[in-house]
């Protein structure tokens, strides 16, 4: 699963976006905003559930799972240590970054199951950051 950033009016951004590019500053600014998102995604699995506490066996422990509607709580780490991001420059110049949650339960944690709500992480982290990205944007490549 992953996330990708799409940008409107393509025709402004490339032409702006071409002046820039000599500066190699394009993939810093992306480099910049996709770590945003990965941080985001990240700390907000680390905090702790506010939905149904159990007993967890083998080791013993007890868990808070996250509410409905609410990112996924902690428990084995698993999650977040598989959250990462990439950025790449295609041949045609294009820079792309792609925030990665390899997982294998992330795509049922964001979007739910038939038998369980789901618990967003990284769709909220890219909304949570959109405008500092922007801001990011337009102050650095699209002066």
Do not use: C, W
């Not at 967890?56 to 509607?69: D, E, Q």
């Not at 944690?109 to 990205?133: C, H, S, V, Y």
């Amino acid at each position: 699963m992953s996330i990708d950033l799409k940008i409107t009016n393509l025709k402004a951004f490339n032409k702006k976006l071409e002046k820039r590019l000599k500066d190699n500053k394009v993939k810093e600014y992306v480099t910049r905003a996709t770590n945003m998102v990965e941080n985001t995604a990240q700390e907000s699995i680390k905090k702790k559930g506010t939905g149904r506490t159990y007993q967890k066996y083998n080791p013993r422990v007890t868990h808070t799972a996250s509410a409905s509607g609410q990112p996924p709580a902690t428990d084995s780490g698993f999650l977040g240590q598989n959250i990462t991001m990439k950025v790449d420059v295609k041949s045609n110049g294009t820079v792309v970054g792609q925030i990665i949650s390899a997982a294998p339960y992330s795509k049922a944690l964001e979007f739910g199951t038939t038998k369980m709500d789901a618990r967003p992480f990284m769709q909220p982290a890219l909304e949570k950051n959109r405008r500092k990205i922007e801001g990011l944007f337009k102050k650095g490549v699209l002066k």
